[in-house]
């Protein structure tokens, strides 16, 4: 019996520290934001504004997530450091506002801050614990201000078509990195704007170009960027 319990607790640890390494080997972050006028005009997505009301006009959150140069990525590192509010509740106002969640029943955005800290967030536990990990990742959309960058070159959210291009350079001028655009498509089948993606290095304080980028939604040449 004693022998069943030691091979037991062998076991677990070996498990642990398995979870360890891999919450601490990755190469880069992608930082994601989307557009809240391409998630809801779109055949795939019930929309639902959040309990506080709609959001503003503008990109917000979608996650900070480690990857690997490869295009791989481990999710779901360490179950027994699970989402905890109280954590980042001085935060709490600035996610509502930055990173609210529209997806439905209308909800206060925790139960998608839940999942992108357990399911991304605990795979970089080597450089952010929750409070610096939702914290670094809310200063990053002021750093890289989206709609600033695209208005300052003529691009408006107004259910135009603009050149796939065009957005990629006002973006790359405003940031200073080449970001991968995702498209999806509205319920006119028509290609979208929806998600921007940008890189940091591994210690996620520096943005970088991207090491390579990932196989979300190709976009066509001209893509509308909708009204919200």
Sequence with gaps: M????LLLIYLLVLQSLA?????????????VQQW????CDSDKNSCCYPTTGKPAADFSIHGLWPNYNDGSYHQNCDSNNPFDASKI???ISNMRKN???????SNDGESFWSHEWEKHGTCSESVFDQHPYFETTLGLKQQT???KALKAAGIEPDGSSYSLENIKDAIKEGSGYTPWIECNEDSSGNSQ???VYLCLDKSGSNLIECPVFPK?????SEIEFPTF
């Design 2 to 5: 004693e022998s069943k319990c």
């Design 19 to 31: 979870l360890l390494c891999v919450s601490q080997d990755f190469d880069f972050f992608y930082f």
């Design 36 to 39: 809240p006028g391409a998630y």
């Design 89 to 91: 509740s001085d935060l």
């Design 99 to 105: 990173w609210p969640s529209l997806s439905c029943p």
């Design 145 to 147: 201000n989206l709609l």
């Design 193 to 195: 704007l929806y998600q």
């Design 216 to 220: 979300g939604k190709r976009c066509g």
